[in-house]
């Protein structure tokens, strides 16, 4: 048994579109991969202990906190929080809060995710408001794991922040590229319609200035959309809007282009030839840009780290996303994300 | 104490070795090369199984005897293992594999069930008929299908075509059979066997062994065996203590693993109400020797936290017929192939 300090992450198993099986399967699995990583299960019990009685896990890290409500994709965060206090998401965040486990992963509504942290924990010092950060593959290498993919956030949690909370959240992004990605010095940009300073509305150039002559960060000025596939920066950072917006967008182009490819097979015979003697190469894209590695995206700007896994997750990504989380937790996110806050820290 | 001078035993408690009381490893030829050259100290326990073993033993009423797959030739550094640990055995069976091999029995070579069944029904016969017992294998071959075929035959609750169509199916040489048949036949029928404990070496799915019924308990560490036990008062409270003791100062398990272990068994349905109260109760007494693995009311509050996380009380598992047929596949040798894939 390893010696290392144990990290506990507790797991909303309830509300993601596999059920509560596919969740379980994969803090499962953590259990096994990593001797330091504990699995608080929060959700029902007959469905956690139904799904780990069949499936290979390590009961000595695996325990289970029962509750009968969770709150379901479609619901409205707000009121759903309210009606169930004791919905899983909600007493996963509670247990974090109480120390019971170090993070937590949730697979389910993600604004009743974000909720329950604002409810529970606490802003790091610093940071006025929290942010989603999520990656997106591109095409460039970085960071000791020569990692395709670059952090862009916020990308919902902050619809309208300022020029201080795009600060913060370059922050932010600086300081999980450098524990999750291991990427020492990540280059951070502002997006903008334009790569000049004056470029965007007040809050981006306020923000552009400020962050120009700030200690422990490398910023490198203001990005285009069309930088983000690119790679031109590790992380990308824009208010909880344009985020969203740039966000679906670059899923919608994503499917789209696979749509287009799924034509071209069925329309031409030369055309289906040459999609199949690119196929090596496509799977070998679609092993580079697995998002599922990552699992999912963290909530950060809290005391405490939550990370939103995707509502469709298998049950590999939320093994990831608990390694991710146990990586932040172990590397202290929190407390490097308020040592770089300006004003705060050496750096 | 002479064997003259023993009291008859009360309960006898029948052990595996590899992977249920030594860490072994022989999934591949060269680990079985490795473990087989392996002298006495670099041998290592499963974590707890020798506090577990000395507490079982306290009490002179009780015998242990180990029937292990491990060959004849290692009987001297196995010897000298067990005395290292502190572990004083009744009877110690290995298997002559050599004896096979010359033989041309190479199906006895990997063969379980032809090995232990007799063993295990000559050591039964030699008993006494009131003694009762507790068996201790793992999910690496057919130990639970072996001793539940065990008690069961010594139970009756096995008819002979039955057994006869099972020592086939496990490829059981003729005279074998006729062996296992005659002293099958020797011994008074009772009930003995009170539990079945499989340690989960490879960590089976636990359901994988409902369809042996509760008396077989699959466990993840010998913390879950001692509380299993204590519930069915063959361990006191401080004995169970003992065993955790080791298991914190010898294998690094901590308050999280022991109240996830505790918390596993809840879940599984094993009555843990009464024995919570006594360990409990045991821990406020006297005896700092458990003030030095962690403050009791850490300890106390631990596990009080993952009982009431579960909130009502599990529902314990059903008893139910076993149907040996349908389970033939568990009875057959396993290749290494085999054994590697699982």
Request: charge should be positive.
């Amino acid at each position: 048994m390893s010696q290392a300090r144990p990290v506990t992450i507790a797991f909303d198993v309830m509300g993601a579109d596999h059920g509560a099986a596919e969740v379980v399967r994969g803090a499962a699995q953590l259990t096994l991969d990593s001797p330091n990583i504990h699995a608080l299960l929060v959700g029902d019990r007959a469905q956690i202990d139904e799904a780990l009685a069949t499936i290979r896990h390590n009961a000595e890290r695996v325990a289970v906190h029962h509750t009968s409500e969770w709150v379901a994709m479609h619901e409205k965060p707000a009121a759903a929080l309210d009606d169930k206090p004791q919905a899983s998401v909600l007493l996963a965040a509670k247990l974090v809060k109480e120390g019971e486990a170090d993070a937590m992963v949730s697979a389910g509504n993600t604004g009743a995710g974000v909720l329950a942290c604002a409810k529970s924990f606490t802003l790091i010092p610093g940071v006025r408001r929290a942010a989603l950060a999520t990656v997106y593959p591109t095409a460039v290498g970085r960071g000791e794991k020569n990692d395709p993919f670059s952090l862009i956030l916020d990308v919902g949690a902050t619809v309208d922040a300022s020029a201080a909370d795009l600060v913060a959240f370059a922050v932010m992004g600086t300081a999980y590229a450098r524990i999750i990605s291991r990427n020492k010095d990540p280059s951070v940009a502002l997006l903008s319609n334009g790569t000049e300073a004056q470029k965007g509305p007040p809050r981006v150039v306020e923000a552009h200035e400020k962050l120009k002559g700030m200690a422990g960060l490398r910023f490198i000025g203001n990005i285009e959309g069309v930088d983000i596939p690119k790679g031109t920066a590790d992380v990308v950072v824009c208010d909880g809007f344009v985020g969203n917006v740039c966000l679906k967008m670059l899923e919608g182009v994503s499917e789209t282009v696979m749509e287009l490819a799924k034509y071209a097979y069925k329309e031409k015979l030369l055309w289906r030839a040459a999609l199949a003697m690119l196929s090596g190469g496509i799977e070998r894209i679609k092993e580079v840009t697995d998002w599922e590695q990552y699992g999912g995206a963290p909530i950060l700007g809290f005391n405490r780290l939550f990370i939103k896994a995707h509502g469709r997750s298998k049950a590999r990504a939320i093994t990831n996303a608990g390694k991710v989380a146990a990586k932040a937790v172990g590397n202290d996110l929190a407390m490097t994300i308020e040592k770089l806050l300006p004003g705060r820290g050496s750096s | 104490m002479s064997d003259e001078t023993k009291p008859a035993p009360r309960r006898i408690y029948r052990w595996d070795l590899d992977k249920t009381y030594l860490q072994t490893e022989f999934d591949t030829l060269r680990q079985l090369v490795r473990t087989a050259l392996q002298r006495a100290n670099e041998k290592k326990a499963v974590p707890g199984a020798a506090a577990l073993i000395r507490e079982l033993k306290a009490s002179p009423d009780v015998r242990l005897c180990i029937v292990s797959g491990s060959p004849t030739q290692m009987r001297k550094v196995l010897m000298e293992k067990l005395k290292l640990d502190g572990v004083e055995f009744d009877e110690l069976v290995l298997k002559d594999n050599l004896r096979n091999l010359v033989r041309g029995r190479f199906k006895a070579l990997r063969g379980q069930v032809g090995y232990k069944l007799p063993v295990l029904l000559e050591s039964r016969a030699r008993a006494p008929a009131d003694a009762e017992e507790v068996l201790f294998g793992d999910d690496a071959e057919a130990d639970a299908f072996v001793y539940s075929l065990y008690a069961d035959m010594v139970a009756r609750r096995v008819s002979e075509p039955v057994v006869y169509r099972v020592l086939e199916a496990a490829e059981v040489y003729s005279d074998d059979i006729e062996r296992v048949i005659q002293v099958w036949h020797s011994i008074p029928q009772a009930d003995p066997v009170r539990r079945i404990f499989i340690n989960l070496d490879r960590l089976t799915p636990p359901a994988y062994f409902a369809k042996y019924g509760p008396r077989v308990v699959p466990i993840f560490n010998y913390f879950q065996a001692a509380l299993v036990l204590m519930g069915d008062k063959f361990l006191t409270a401080p004995q169970v203590l003992k065993v955790m003791i080791e298991l914190v100062q010898t294998a690094g398990y901590n308050l999280l693993t022991l109240s996830n272990s505790f918390q596993d068994l809840l879940r599984r349905g094993l009555p843990m109400g009464a024995v919570a109260e006594a360990l409990v109760e045991a821990l406020k007494g006297p005896g700092g020797m458990f003030q030095a693995v962690r403050p009791v009311p850490d300890i106390i509050a631990a596990f009080s936290k993952r009982v009431a996380s579960l909130g009502s009380e599990p529902a314990p598992p059903k008893a139910r017929d076993i149907d040996y047929l349908s389970l033939l596949d568990d009875a057959r040798p396993r290749t290494h192939k085999a054994r590697r894939r699982s």
